[in-house]
């Protein structure tokens, strides 16, 4: 259930990213969507192993969005160095 739980999440972390950081992103909004998941699991995870906070604490939403909008930075950078 945490999983599916994550992925609502995530889902909209990635849409709160979208809009924060806008742009041309070369795989649109799917894509960015699926960066705003993987960015919840890993600040997820990353958050609960330090200690920081526990699984529904109002802060992880805070963190899933800065990682995913690191996430979605390092995909920007990689592949406008690619089309170059």
Known sequence: MEIIIMLVIGLLVGIVAKF???G???GGFILTTLLGIAGSFVA????????WYAPG???SF???V???I?????YRLVFRRHRV
């Open 70 to 74: 690191l996430l979605l930075a390092i």
């Open 57 to 59: 604490d109002p802060v």
């Open 44 to 51: 997820g995870y990353l958050g609960r192993a330090a200690g």
């Open 66 to 68: 800065v990682g995913a």
């Open 20 to 22: 924060l950081m806008p």
């Open 24 to 26: 041309n992103d070369p």
């Open 62 to 64: 805070i963190a899933s």
